[in-house]
């Protein structure tokens, strides 16, 4: 970490998309009249009004209110920084001096901001208007210690909270382990927290392990909440401690908790109240009970979620509640839910493809495990949150006796129902009819192709690249099971994994090629011949089996091989790994597929 100053340099960006923000030049938390602009200084500049001739070595003339920290570098803090007006602080990257502006992976290259002393990061404090801190891309981490706050351990809220990209771990308070919101303030005003995209994990309270809430009025998106603790048995760790004045009226959502995965919590999880709705949750594997639900007039709904193996209850329904309960996959003490689009109880014993059923680890195979509907939870490479894999099984003679893919509630005007959110977790589009959709946080993706891969060699070597990345949310076929799904091997061969077929298109074969069960190419030249052997790699999902006419997926495969000494460069040059344009072309639910894989 650097101690003390970044560099001057990083102040030496004119033209550059960031030349009007403030740049934190030190990683110490100074208040100093020098050159040197810390966080606090930062801070203070904005509150002060953004003054033209600047403040201790912030700001200038035309400075915006958006605070710049360097991805990866640790900020201290003694103490708590007070937020009294609108501002954003955010990371960037920084190369030879200058911030980039190239897009990365978000929440892979924040900025740390860490609470040495006892007490908590940030307290927003509006008084007669409200004030909004954006925080994106930072990990913001607790003091560590039994409490470090009595109220919010690492931020309390009285204004608008956005958080984007955040990792928020390792505090403690009384009320709120990582957020404390408060209520209703100055001219009717109302605190509002959003939590987007972020990960919220080890943080602990006696009540509100992740948020405290005085009023329902918050939403958590795209997130993943996990190894948190309430203390207290009477509260939960996402916690609204009151309602509005209005809930019996025609008052509008205003506490939500959307596209999320949340698992592995002590204490129970949230109580569900008037003015509050649940939709596409992943929620398992929490220490205690998942939901306590009142809601007596009406103004409340949990819909589309994943609500299983949660304490010795998933849900308490406390007497009166009248909340609205729709197309759940959980168990008999949630209850039977909306006769529109009831609930649905799991009668499974095995809920996780893991080899001992626990939560996280690594997903096994169909040939491994093909009882567990759920893959445990675990974090691609190159990306920020984790998320749980729903599995298709081998035994589905059709794609709905899923109770998790294509789960959707159809078009009914005249009693109409919960829609699923229309993006998951990921931020993979959902179809827009609804009755495809899948429940909890993951919607299932269906490849149909893949784009270019390979690899390049030199004379002797040996081809490895995988295909994984290519088959979506599916599994490869093992190879016991091929010939009761596509018939015997026309090459008289016995099958490998996935059913591999491999067709050649503008070259001859020039080489042996081998798959395995998680889609671990081998390809070895028969020769030592100079030039490209050019093939489709063609193999047989978890999904596209139900396509009777078309079950293969293909994906075309270059092999260049060239006389030692001849390539600078070994590197792959093909175009293999990429979801973007040029990459794997998805149908998210594959509208001809999906329709396809109906009754």
């Not at 203070?44 to 710049?68: D, H, P, Q, W």
């Not at 200058?98 to 901001?113: C, M, P, R, V, Y």
């Not at 607790?142 to 984007?164: T, V």
């Amino acid at each position: 970490m650097l101690k003390k100053s970044i560099g001057i340099a990083l102040l030496c960006i004119a033209g550059q998309s960031y030349s009007a923000d403030i740049i934190v030049t030190t990683t110490e938390d100074i208040e100093k009249d020098d050159k040197e602009c810390s966080l606090r200084e930062a801070v203070e500049y904005v509150n002060r009004g953004l003054a033209k001739s600047g403040f201790m070595g912030c700001g200038g003339e035309n400075s915006s209110s958006t605070i710049i920290l360097k991805e990866k570098n640790t900020y201290v803090l003694n103490q708590h920084i007070a937020i009294k007006k609108s501002l954003t602080i955010r990371a960037v990257a920084e190369s030879d001096g200058e911030f980039s502006t190239d897009e990365k992976a978000l929440g892979l290259h924040n900025a740390h901001i860490q609470m040495k002393g006892t007490d908590n990061l940030f307290r927003i404090n509006s008084t007669d208007t409200l004030v909004q801190l954006n925080l994106k891309e930072l990990d913001l981490e607790g003091c560590g210690k039994i409490s470090c706050a009595e109220q919010g351990g690492l931020i309390y809220n009285k204004g608008q909270l956005i958080l984007e990209y955040n990792r928020l771990f390792n505090a403690a308070a009384n009320l709120g382990g990582a957020i404390y919101n408060a209520g209703k303030f100055g001219q009717n005003l109302t605190s509002r927290a959003q939590i987007k995209n972020s990960l919220i994990e080890n943080n602990k309270a006696q009540r509100g392990g992740i948020l405290y809430s005085e009023l329902p009025a918050f939403l958590i998106y795209q997130s993943v909440l996990k190894n948190n603790q309430t203390l207290d048995n009477s509260a939960t760790n996402i916690y609204s401690a009151g309602q509005f004045a209005d809930s019996s009226k025609d008052q509008g959502i205003s506490g939500e908790i959307l596209s999320s995965t949340i698992l592995k919590n002590k204490g129970v999880l949230i109580n569900v109240l008037d003015g509050m709705g649940l939709n596409n949750l992943t929620i398992v594997d929490n220490e205690n009970t998942a939901l306590r639900i009142h809601a007596p007039y009406g103004r409340a709904y949990v819909a589309n979620s994943i609500i299983l193996r949660n304490g010795t209850q998933d849900c308490q329904i406390i007497t009166g509640d009248k909340s609205v309960s729709q197309n759940n996959l959980l168990t008999a003490s949630c209850g039977v839910g909306d006769s529109v689009a009831p609930n649905q109880f799991w009668s499974g014993t095995r809920l996780f493809a893991e080899s001992s059923d626990k939560s996280e680890g690594a997903c096994q195979t169909l040939e491994e495990n093909n009882n567990a509907i759920l893959c445990p939870y675990s974090v691609p490479k190159g990306q920020f949150l984790g998320y749980m894999r729903p599995r298709i099984l081998l035994n589905y003679i059709l794609v709905n006796e899923s109770p998790i893919v294509n789960r959707g509630t159809g078009l009914n005007l005249a009693n109409p129902t919960v829609a699923c959110e229309a993006a998951d977790q990921r931020g993979i589009n959902r179809l827009m009819d609804n009755l495809f959709c899948d429940r909890g946080a993951v919607e299932i993706t269906i490849p149909i192709s893949g784009s270019l891969v390979g690899q390049d060699l030199l004379k002797g070597e040996i081809a490895k690249f995988s295909i994984e990345s290519y088959l979506g949310d599916s599994d490869l076929i093992p190879k016991e099971q091929c010939n009761a799904i596509v018939g015997h091997n026309p090459t008289g061969e016995p099958w490998q994994d996935g059913c591999l077929k491999v067709v050649q298109t503008k070259t001859a074969s020039k080489g042996k090629t081998i798959i395995d069960i998680h889609g671990n190419v081998v390809y070895t030249p028969d020769s030592t011949w100079h030039g490209a052997d050019i093939f489709e790699l063609q193999v047989v999902t978890s999904s596209t089996r139900f396509n009777k006419s078309k079950p293969y997926l293909t994906i075309t495969t270059q092999i260049v091989q060239e006389p030692k000494n001849e390539m600078e460069d070994k590197a792959v040059k093909t175009s293999g790994g990429s979801w973007g344009c040029g990459g794997l072309l998805i149908l998210l639910g594959l509208i001809g597929l999906r329709r396809g894989l109906k009754d």
